[in-house]
């Protein structure tokens, strides 16, 4: 199951604890190496720890909190209307940034849990 989230705001402070990750990712993995993106009880792996403009830039940090590594796609939206988009493979406890110029402040995000990066396209549906 992937999960994703919209978020129309400029900032999101959505912490999870982390502390282990291994019962709901034994639970929840397949043969592919694919799992879904919780933690133990049940919270969000993926979450926005910061946000914020630098000029015309707008910059979203996103974070893995579990103890597992995740396959994250991100898009921030632009003055346009269009999207500014990219995925990457996020390893436990750490954060990825993605900057987008001439942005709105609207992003989007989802993931996955994924232990195969060479094979992330097969857990996202995105």
Known sequence: MMRTFRTLGLAA???GSGL???AAHNDSVDSRGCWDGLDNWGGDC????ESYW???TFYVKYKNSC??????RFCNEKSDGGEDC????IRPGAIKTWYTYNANGRYNYNWIGSDNPGQDWNCSNW
């Open 54 to 56: 630098r000029d015309t």
């Open 67 to 72: 103890s597992y590594r995740i396959y994250a």
């Open 13 to 15: 402070l959505l912490m």
């Open 86 to 89: 990219g995925a990457d493979g």
């Open 20 to 22: 282990s990750a291994t």
């Open 46 to 49: 993926m979450s926005v720890s």
